[in-house]
């Protein structure tokens, strides 16, 4: 079967990949000039297997009050006359009920893990270098009670299979010395030694030119699709300047871009773009106080990952910005937050940058058969955890569109 795929992030390159694996001709379409340019280009590098507890959720309620009338909350939220920004926050609301949530954390699990065994399965194949690295993963509290709520979630989670473990202070800065200018501010740990990070941009982009070498793939890049043409139910082309692009099959992986192409189709995507920063400090053997382990500052809700000869951090979610441009208030507020936690930091080379997520309300994906057409097919709205969850994506649209049995439960991901 001939497939064109819509986005080059890494999502829609790895779901390319796996479809030109499984045989099929593929032709990958992004209007950028190169891939992983959107949100996949300098994002958090965290291969958060365990946790991906959805955004919305009964503590997100809870803390939302207060993060809202902070200058330097993780979560600035600008309401805009947009009735997507309400529904989108409805949907979230409802999310946020703990049977909700809770059902979610268990369905993103599985999903999670897939793309565990997917990535590791690629790799066994054909290996790839991208940065990654077992690090294992430390969630670092300040509040002791948050640090008890997050050990009954430890203790949820162990029957689902994560291996966790809860720290004291010192257990913490044992692991992690780096951490020793936050001090005595910190309660303690979750250590998660099975997680990885590495650099999503390398990935996607390295997969990407293995693609352009198979001799089942064609890539058109610098080619923006305007319109999905449908005709008796079917998708026809995907109608671009330079041309239409046929096919027996088309995949919409096309990050935030996804809700202008799929609205006229009357496929609603409950996509709404979380916009977040991040900072690439340049390190070297030399540098100071750079964590080994990955780590999150849950109270900050900044992650920093050690990329090679870089430090990655990431943070923030703006709820109702319009484009991905820096803002220079955010910034430096976030190179505030940043040299509080690591005094001996030089932030001076580090590079700025800024991702929309596409997220949807319950954090879940859409990954599946579109109701618009028989033969559109979306994996979309993988939101703060595009990059772990990407080849798990990709397996299972893979396993649908061949007809294949499914390696998980497709239900809760159905568009
Ligand atoms: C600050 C930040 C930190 C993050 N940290 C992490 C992390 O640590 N771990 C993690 O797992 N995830 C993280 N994420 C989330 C992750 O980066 C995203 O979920 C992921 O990049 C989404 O990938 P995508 O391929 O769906 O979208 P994108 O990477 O945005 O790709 C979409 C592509 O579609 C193309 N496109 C759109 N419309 C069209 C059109 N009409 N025609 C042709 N091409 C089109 C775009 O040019 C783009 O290349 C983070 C995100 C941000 C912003």
Redesign the pocket.
């Known amino acids: 079967m001939r497939v064109c795929v819509?986005?080059?992030?890494?999502?829609?390159v790895t779901t390319a990949y796996l479809l030109s694996r499984a045989g099929h001709e593929v032709a990958l379409?992004?209007?950028?000039a190169q891939?992983?340019?959107?949100?996949?280009f300098a994002?958090?590098?965290?291969?958060?297997y365990s946790y991906v507890a959805p955004l919305a959720g009964p503590g997100a309620l809870a803390d939302m009050p207060g993060w809202l009338f902070r200058r330097d909350s993780p979560l600035r939220l600008r309401y805009r006359m947009d009735p997507s920004q309400w529904l989108w926050l409805a949907g979230f609301l409802r999310a946020c009920r703990a049977s909700v949530s809770r059902a979610s954390t268990a369905e993103l699990l599985s999903l999670s893990y897939l793309s565990r065994d997917t990535l590791h399965g690629m790799l066994a194949d054909a290996p790839m270098d991208f940065g990654l690295s077992r690090t294992g993963k430390l969630i670092v509290y300040r509040n002791p009670a948050q640090l008890e709520k997050a050990a009954a979630l430890v203790r949820y989670q162990a029957a689902h299979g994560t291996d966790q473990r809860v720290l004291s202070r010192d257990e913490t800065l044992a692991a992690e010395p780096a951490l020793a200018g936050m001090g005595t501010r910190i309660a303690g740990a979750v250590y998660t030694p099975s997680e990885e990070t590495a650099d999503?941009h390398r990935f996607t982009d390295t997969l990407f030119h293995r693609l352009r070498r198979a001799a089942n793939v064609t890539v058109h890049m610098d080619?923006?699709?305007q319109r999905l043409r449908r005709e008796r139910g079917r998708i026809v082309a995907a109608q671009t300047p330079a041309g239409d692009v046929q096919a027996d099959a088309f995949v919409v992986?096309?990050?935030?871009?996804?809700r202008?192409?799929l609205a006229p189709l009357g496929q609603r995507a409950p996509l709404y773009p979380l916009?977040?920063?991040?900072l690439s400090v340049p390190i070297s053997a030399d540098t100071k106080d750079v964590p080994s382990i990955s780590v999150t500052d849950y109270e900050r809700r900044i992650?920093y990952a050690r990329l090679g000869n870089v430090l990655r951090i990431?943070?923030m979610v703006d709820i109702g910005a319009r484009h991905a441009d820096v803002d220079a208030s955010r910034l430096a507020t976030l190179r505030r937050q940043v040299s509080e936690a690591f005094p001996r930091l030089d932030l001076a080379g580090a590079q700025a940058w800024?991702?929309?997520?596409?997220a949807t309300p319950t954090s879940k994906p859409l990954i599946g058969n579109s109701r618009a057409a028989s033969n559109l097919w979306l994996n979309?709205g993988?939101?703060?955890?595009?990059?772990?969850?990407?080849c798990g994506s990709a397996a299972l649209l893979t396993a649908q569109m061949n007809g294949d049995a499914l390696p998980i439960d497709a239900a809760p991901f159905q568009p």
């Open positions: 819509i986005g080059a992030g890494v999502v829609g379409v992004d209007e950028q891939p992983a340019l959107g949100s996949s994002n958090g590098g965290q291969l958060s999503c080619t923006r699709v992986a096309s990050g935030i871009g996804s202008t192409l916009k977040g920063y991040s992650v990431a943070a800024a991702g929309l997520r596409p979309i993988q939101g703060a955890l595009g990059f772990t969850l990407a």
